[in-house]
């Protein structure tokens, strides 16, 4: 019913592949049968059109046709992954879930009862108006996950109109906006989601050369992660195409090292929140990061430098904490732009602004410049309480020089004099061995 325009290009690329899992291909032909083998045992079960239902998995042929079978069955999904593994109770109090899904990593699934009844006013809602939900909790890296929960009709929409048809790795998680958007998007068009086991440099370039990837949604922090491992140079990527980032300010730095090695594959930054979906963007130029966000039921404004943007496809609220909406129905994001004609530059999330002495600095750009450091693998920057100045900045880094903390910091400032301002230049320098990202391969700076 709510996915019939899927189900029916599922059936005019019957013979297509949709889904490479674990090296073997399933075609569109198993997979419309699948999510119809799904859509009657649902029935079977008794399953209510409106229950809350946690689609614990990662992307597999059944997970994959059982998120199509709940959507067409009216259920409310959270989907959650193992990078909330001890999460998962907490999320599941939290979205009043239902029914539990888990799906095993041999693609088997077992469904349990919770005995909860569903009572959040978003939720019931959605119930009364018989539509299809999603529940998306956020990362957290800078606080509590929040619950957004998504009338799932408006996110469906934009797929409906035709786009390219494209091999695309699932990078983005099963239960991330970005990774629902991948989904969603490679599906309705004919494409072909190819999965990979883990998401580590070495994996995903082996996968883009077996399979003659042409799409790689991913972060900036996953690209850094690819340079610093040079796995690029024992594998073929002359498949891939178009390579997207999202979820995180991209360095300038990496954004410059990345497109001189690969100047055959067209950069496009994304813009997407759990909260909005993702919206459509056009990068001003592969090497820059200027970008335009917008489209059709989508439109956006710059209030006191942060950006605000009012969706058709905007979530309906929060289930642990207050709307974010403005009256009028614009989303605050949170995030600090600079805007030049119709582009516009993502400086940063607000709430990570340093304050020194009344002069502003944004994390990104310190990192950016730290990053064309040799030896500096990984860097997260922040700000650290000064009784003089208010705050001052601080650097944590991952590198791979072997100095200790005084000799890269006599480095760094020599090598940042000409570069940055002063108050910019860390004041305080931590080094450590571990990684500063998340499962998400997002930087973690908390």
């Known amino acids: 019913m709510y996915i019939d325009f899927m189900l029916n290009a599922f059936a005019v690329s019957r013979m297509k592949a949709a889904l490479v899992w674990q090296d073997q291909v399933f075609s569109y032909g198993w997979m419309l049968e699948a999510v119809q083998r799904w859509k009657q045992h649902l029935m079977k079960e008794a399953i209510c059109s409106g229950s809350v239902v946690s689609l614990e998995a990662d992307f597999s042929p059944n997970a994959i046709a059982l998120m199509l079978a709940l959507v067409d069955h009216g259920c409310i999904i959270v989907p959650l992954t193992s990078s909330v593994e001890t999460k998962k109770p907490e999320f599941r109090e939290i979205a009043q879930v239902e029914l ?19 009572t959040h ?16 909790f956020s990362s957290g890296s800078t606080g509590n996950s929040k619950a957004a929960v998504h009338n799932f009709l408006p996110l469906l929409e934009k797929f409906k109109v035709a786009r390219h048809s494209l091999r695309t790795l699932s990078f983005l998680l099963f ?10 998007y490679s599906l309705s068009n004919g494409g072909c989601i190819v999965t990979v086991r883990d998401r580590s440099p070495e994996v995903v370039c082996r996968a883009i050369e077996t399979h003659k990837v042409q799409l790689l949604p991913t972060s900036p922090t996953f690209i850094n992660l690819l340079l610093l491992s040079e796995a690029y140079q024992r594998y073929d990527l002359t498949s891939l195409e178009l390579v997207t980032y999202g979820t995180e ?36 130029s592969s090497d820059s990061l200027w970008v335009k966000v917008g489209g059709e039921g989508v439109e956006t404004r710059v209030v006191d430098g942060m950006l605000e943007i ?47 002495g009344g002069e502003k600095v944004y994390p990104a750009e310190v990192e950016s410049v730290l990053q064309w450091m040799e030896g500096v693998e990984e860097v997260a920057v922040n700000a650290e309480s000064n009784p003089i100045t208010g705050q001052i900045v601080m650097a944590k880094l991952k590198l791979s020089t072997g100095e200790n903390g005084q000799q890269f910091k006599k480095r760094m400032w020599m090598f940042c004099h000409d570069k940055l301002p002063i108050f910019k230049i860390p004041q305080k320098v931590m080094l450590v061995t571990e990684a500063m990202h998340g499962e998400r391969f997002k930087k973690i700076r908390k």
């Open 100 to 118: 539990v899904i888990e799906v095993s990593g041999s693609d088997r699934a077992h469904i349990n009862n919770t005995h909860v009844i569903a």
């Open 175 to 184: 239960d991330h906006i970005g990774g629902v958007n991948t989904l969603f």
């Open 121 to 136: 006013k978003l939720l019931l809602r959605l119930k009364e108006e018989r539509s299809p939900g999603l529940i998306l």
């Open 310 to 356: 009012k969706s058709q496809s905007a979530m309906l609220g929060y289930l642990n904490a207050p709307s974010p909406l403005t009256a009028d129905g614009w989303f605050m994001t949170g995030d600090a732009v600079e805007v030049d004609g119709g582009y516009m530059r993502i400086l940063g999330r607000k709430s990570e602004l340093i304050n020194v």
């Open 249 to 284: 300010v991209m360095p300038e730095s990496t954004l410059r090292r990345f497109h001189g090695l690969f100047p055959h594959i067209r950069l496009l930054q994304t813009y997407g929140l759990s909260e909005l979906g993702i919206l459509r963007s056009k990068s001003k």
